[in-house]
């Protein structure tokens, strides 16, 4: 199959077919903290998690969202190539985690703003009780509205490993109460995380191909300075993925997910500044490209071995 070019349903696709044109992310702050961190949970925030709060591209705080959006148009407008829209992404900590007022005024600001095509609110599940779901069911009859879940891996004792902070349960219950309402769920899994073997990351996204979710992240695991995971990089190091190993890897992935879920991330690069390792995955275009090359020597696509 092609998408554009592409042998597997990126979002780029995905968003020119929605919205006929290119459409561009913003990374807004919502000025939340979230439960791990604010004691909440008592464990402290997920290990591998940055003091951005997985948000450090994300615009700083400022007097109100509509600034920054402006703030943010201004420096996205330097790279575009032509007319476009904007998505209103709220990226750092967890955004549902605030009082329903705070939510509704920042969300309706910036679904309200005339150059944004869709509000897209990244979260945890387990921050997601009726009122909250109940606005966003309201706001996505304004525009599209799309929920970001961190879900990293299916395995309970990754997931306590790295403090998580939700048994899997509370996913699927989140999942199901999203989809209930209209709402575009996307979510979110880490590769490499340490002690997962190859098969097992593999039943994560078999899991989720098997599901109701529309879209994926898949992020190789970075190791960032500042945080608890590079303290136990540091204190006794585990392996981290090559280059090589994380190519046929996310491969075998894309080769297991149903041809219409749209793929928002197939790697990712960590501020430059934080990274510890693997270093190699600090040079995106290299990564992207050569994932390209790998497809094409594998003659493989998206779906390919779906249905499982």
Known sequence: MDWNGKPYHSLDYELKKQFGQKVYKLSLNGGMTCPGRDGTLGSGPCIFCSA?????????????????????????????????????????????????????AIFTDAIRHPDIAALSVATRPDCLGPEVVDLLRELNSIKPV???????????STARFIRRGYPLPVFESALLRLKEAGITVIVHVILGLPGETREMMLETVRYLAKGVVDGIKLQL????????????????????????????LVIDCVELLPPDMTIHRITGDGPKKLLVSPLWSGNKRLVLNSLHRRFKERDTWQGKHFPL
Do not use: C
């Open 52 to 104: 951005g709060g997985s948000g450090d591209f994300a615009a700083p705080v400022m007097d109100s969202v509509h600034e920054q959006i402006e703030a943010a148009k201004l420096q996205v407008q330097r790279k575009m190539s032509g007319p476009g829209s904007y998505i209103a992404y709220f990226q750092s900590y967890t955004n549902t985690y605030a009082p329903l007022s705070h939510l509704r």
């Open 146 to 156: 799309w929920v970001e879940l961190g879900l990293q891996t299916i395995h309970e």
């Open 221 to 248: 695991l970075h190791i960032l300075n500042g945080t608890d995971l590079a303290r136990i990089y540091r204190d006794t190091p585990f392996p981290v993925l090559s280059m090589e190993e994380y190519l046929d």
